[in-house]
């Protein structure tokens, strides 16, 4: 699967944005997918699951309360609105799949995912 991020920019602190993540290919349903993101000079951190159906999804506590994760699996199409937004959200962020149709969620290592998305860039100003 071809993973394709977007919906980044620029935003004040308080604000809101809504990233997208396109796949490509007609088994889309069958992945759990996951959000992460790297901030410079950083490790990728992990953000945010959701199950192959959507039924089931976990978040760090980071960002917990204010970002939701949903797909549209007719659309290939998997979601992070992020509101709230903190200065310390600033980071670039990837979407990744894996290939599971359990509705196990908590899968937060990058090595736990085996495609990836190019990463969109989001910028929170204070």
């Known amino acids: 699967v071809q993973l394709q991020a977007s919906g980044g920019g620029l935003v004040q602190a308080g604000g809101s944005l809504r990233l997208s993540c396109a796949a490509s290919?007609?088994?889309?349903?069958?992945?759990?997918m996951g959000w992460f993101r790297q901030a410079p000079g950083k490790e990728r951190e992990y953000v945010a699951t959701i199950s192959w159906k959507g039924s089931s999804t976990y978040y760090a506590d980071s960002v917990k309360g204010r970002f939701t994760i949903s797909r549209d699996n007719a659309k290939n199409t998997v979601y992070l609105q992020m509101n709230i937004l903190k200065p310390e959200d600033t980071a670039v962020y990837y979407c990744?799949?894996?290939?599971?149709?359990?509705?196990?969620?908590?899968?937060?290592?990058?090595?736990?995912?085996?495609?990836w998305g190019q990463g969109t860039l989001v910028t929170v100003s204070s």
């Open positions: 290919g007609h088994t889309f349903s069958s992945y759990r």
């Open positions: 990744a799949a894996v290939r599971s149709t359990s509705d196990y969620v908590t899968s937060v290592l990058p090595s736990g995912y085996a495609y």
